[in-house]
């Protein structure tokens, strides 16, 4: 059996667990992000149940544990929260740009002013209605009726006047992966 045979499928779980992880960086997640994740997933679980055969068990468990390891770091929302205290000092650049923008490894539908705070709203969403974050002035509070919403957003603190929210579809959660929830949605 060539080592290509053998390896393609675990270094792809691999490929798929960086773009998983990529699609949930920001509350709500990205849509386009976390369907290629699941079509890798998919294709790598296939050539991996192909190859099996000649594999010593280590070998045969990297998958699997790869695939496990990711989903639970994906579903618990840390990479979001981890990696936010990173962008919280570039995303006041993107204060003025009503057309979105992008910051890092965040990407904006919207940014807007709404009753003190100032709204980034997450581009291409997947698991919510509506999602991203905001930045109030000191001692403002985020509206629970954030911007033109049928339902109220869910806040996080994140500290120094910053939260993460949801208009969530299904359950409170704001940070991480449900794969129950992913869907298209309109741009705000």
Known sequence: MSRARTWWPIVLSLVAAVVL???VVLPGGYLTWLRVA???WVVAAVGWLVSLDGRSWPV???LPVVSVVTMVVACSGTVGRVLFPLHRSGLAQLATSPLGGS???YRFASVWSHGGCIAYV???SGISHFSGLVQCSPGVQPSPRLG???REA???PLGDDWYA???PRSGPQIWGFNPFAVGATAEA
């Open 122 to 124: 997450t581009k291409d």
């Open 38 to 40: 699941m079509v890798l």
């Open 148 to 150: 033109d919403t049928a």
């Open 60 to 62: 045969r468990l990297v």
């Open 103 to 105: 910051h890092g490894l």
């Open 21 to 23: 992880l990529y699609g």
């Open 165 to 167: 929210f949801i208009v």
């Open 154 to 156: 869910v806040f996080e």
